[in-house]
């Protein structure tokens, strides 16, 4: 399960960005962390979230809540350079029809940001 690399990998990135943080740093405060995770990103949803139910109390506060944002990813066209949004896995043009494309964005996890309790 790659799932579980992923959040490994991401919840070492909540870390580093806490410690940047000016203020006392506690990993035991986080209210939520928020993810964008692209339609190509090859991410199986339930699977990252079953995944971080199991790792994130080993690394921060058990309540801390992980909020996930899907995005389409803007696909241009080989053929016409029309850009479009999709979440197919072969994507098809709507301008010209022709299948495929460059995959501009949308192939990737963004940490949006994280929230501390007050
Ligand atoms: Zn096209």
Redesign the pocket.
């Known amino acids: 399960m790659h799932e579980a690399s992923l959040v490994s990998y991401l919840l070492d990135e909540v870390l580093n960005q806490l410690e940047k943080l000016d203020n006392e740093f506690n990993n035991n405060q986080i209210e939520s962390i928020e993810v964008i995770i692209g339609s190509m990103a090859n991410v199986e949803i339930s699977a990252f979230e079953f995944a971080f139910e199991v790792l994130a109390p080993q690394k921060i506060n058990p309540d801390a809540k992980l909020i996930i944002i899907t995005k389409k990813a803007v696909v241009e066209?080989y053929?016409?350079?029309?850009k479009y949004e999709t979440d197919e896995w072969i994507a098809q043009?709507p301008?010209?029809?022709?299948f495929g494309?460059k995959v501009l964005n949308g192939d990737s996890i963004i940490l949006k940001r994280i929230i501390l309790k007050r």
């Open positions: 066209c053929s016409c350079k029309n043009c301008v010209c029809g022709s494309g």
